[in-house]
């Protein structure tokens, strides 16, 4: 191209972006909720004496284990804390990676000791928790569930009153800063649990609290915390308490669409039980722990199924004549819900088409079941008049649409809620200033300046004034244009040696010295071949991942949690998530991605 159609281009780019700044800015779609959903959670156990009376028989362990068994497979993290009235264990916290990662998890909690303390105090407990995950460089859904049977008990401690507020209107501070949710729950076996200080700790927080009168209701309560900390429905199969009559008892349940990433079955029991599972296709299922997992444990037997097929499946149980189970069924997604932008003005009247579909790892999902099995509406919330509005959407095949109109002026935000028997998910907000119906106004013709006229007169002079400029300096550095785009932003890096534990490096790395492109092995300075594979390279939108299939059988790699198959190419957004985990050459990766 030569200088005087570089000119040219510049040129008319310059005045096509002029006039975009005339127009409304495009609202921002800011994320919702993430796709499949991982968590890093620290539960938080009260290990005073008196446990040994309101919990004998160790449930509070129980519905420890439970949420280890209902959390994804592969990708949460996990860490336990044991406290009196001062901290007396930890569990560091752990990655989940796999079944075998979580039977350490639950034997490690098997091995706890017999409760023994005197002196309670939970501030040193939630505070210990709360510095656990304000650790972790990256958090992705945060949750601590704080589980105690009494309220604080300063005799015997070199604690009072005021150090154990003071503590925990730290931890409160903090956890609100990192939007770490916090659930209570108070074994109230003796009537002396504090109420009232562990709804104040839900509620500051954004979680919930739980009063329990009896220990069997534990794993019960465990699972209500998990699907409401992610954002899931439980669902019951048979009666809320099902009476066993010996032979095999079937119960049937449906999964209606492609998006089910994991089905999560849990029975509560007193004794022993057979189960079978019997697939859509009509063959009995296989134990194998690999895409069919059951953990049996004291209280309950949990079952998990990955990906599982669409259809009808049929749960057989068995047991104890007059026996009462409980089946509690959770299915774990693998999807988001986006909604496209909306412009960020408008005025009284005026109505705005609204779209919107479900998304997995990035790519829109066309299953008309899925939608068929949700209900989704836009909430319109004008914070000027503290006005709330619910505007249905119309389910297509693809999509829901429809429109939402504004009666009065003011400060809008619009999200979108789609709801079904299973779970919830809910789009990002994006705002929207509405102001009144312009109204012609009368002007003397010395003052009367039609914006047209007003617009094209801009235009003009801010025109003609890059046009001298460019005349006058020339135009050395477009003759880069020509060149191949850089890499921008940088990315921050971890790399951990899985054999040895070793963090290997931490550092952060500014892309563009590496050109257009560069490989993860070449940013972790680590020469293994399979993370060769994966390359970050600069096309015309932005930076994007990608890997090729070569060794793709030895790599796991995921952005915001989402895992990206070979040969995919995926937009790295400002502030994303990098996960690289190489099992051939024992190495994680982990990276966060900022732009500039």
Known sequence: MNAGKRITALLVLSMFLIAMSLYPVMAQSTSGDNGKKTMNLVIVLDRTGSLQQSDPNRLSQEAAKLIVDLMVQNGSKIGLVQYT??????????????????????????????????????????????????????????????????????????????????????ALDIAKNKEILIY??????????????????????GGKSYIVDKANDLPDIISNVYTDALGYKLLSLGSDRNALSGNFETYDFDVTNSSVAEANVVIYKNRDVLVKLIKPDGTEASWDNDRFIASPSQNYMSYKILNPNQGQWKLMVKGTRNDEIKISLLYNYDLVIH?????????????????????????AIEDKNLYKDMSAVAVVENSSANTSEKVPLTAGEKYYQGKIKFEQPGNYSVYVLAEGKALTRKSGPQTIQVTEKNVPVMASPKNLIPWKKLLYTLLGIIGATAFVILLLKGIPKLIENAKPKLLFGKIN?????????????????????????????????????????????????????TYSEAGSKDLSVSVNGDKVAPGQIVLLTNG???????????IKVFGRFSEF
């Open 85 to 170: 009235d001062k901290v007396t264990d930890r569990l560091d916290i752990t990655d989940i990676n796999g079944q075998g990662e979580k039977n350490k998890l639950k034997s490690y909690i098997d091995g706890l000791g017999v409760p023994k303390g005197q002196s309670t105090d939970s501030s040193t407990g939630l505070k210990e928790g709360v510095s656990m995950l304000a650790g972790l460089q990256m958090l992705e859904n945060p949750v601590i569930v704080l589980l105690t049977d009494g309220k604080n008990d300063f005799n015997g401690s070199d604690r009072n009153q005021d150090i154990s507020q003071r503590d925990m209107k730290q």
């Open 184 to 205: 209570t729950i108070g074994l109230n076996a003796d009537g002396s649990v504090d109420k009232n200080m562990l709804s104040r700790i839900a509620k500051e927080t």
């Open 339 to 363: 909604m496209d932008q909306l412009s960020s003005s408008s005025f009284t009247g005026a109505e705005i088409p609204v779209k919107v579909n479900f998304m997995r790892q990035g790519r």
């Open 576 to 586: 994303c998530s990098l996960r690289v985990v190489a099992v051939v050459d024992s």
């Open 493 to 545: 890096l971890r790399v951990i040696n899985t054999t040895t534990g070793v963090e290997e490096m931490q550092q952060s790395k500014t892309l563009a010295p590496y050109g257009t492109s560069v490989t993860i092995s070449k940013l972790a300075e680590n020469p293994a071949s399979t993370l060769n594979t994966i390359v970050i390279a600069r096309k015309a939108q932005g930076v994007y991942l």
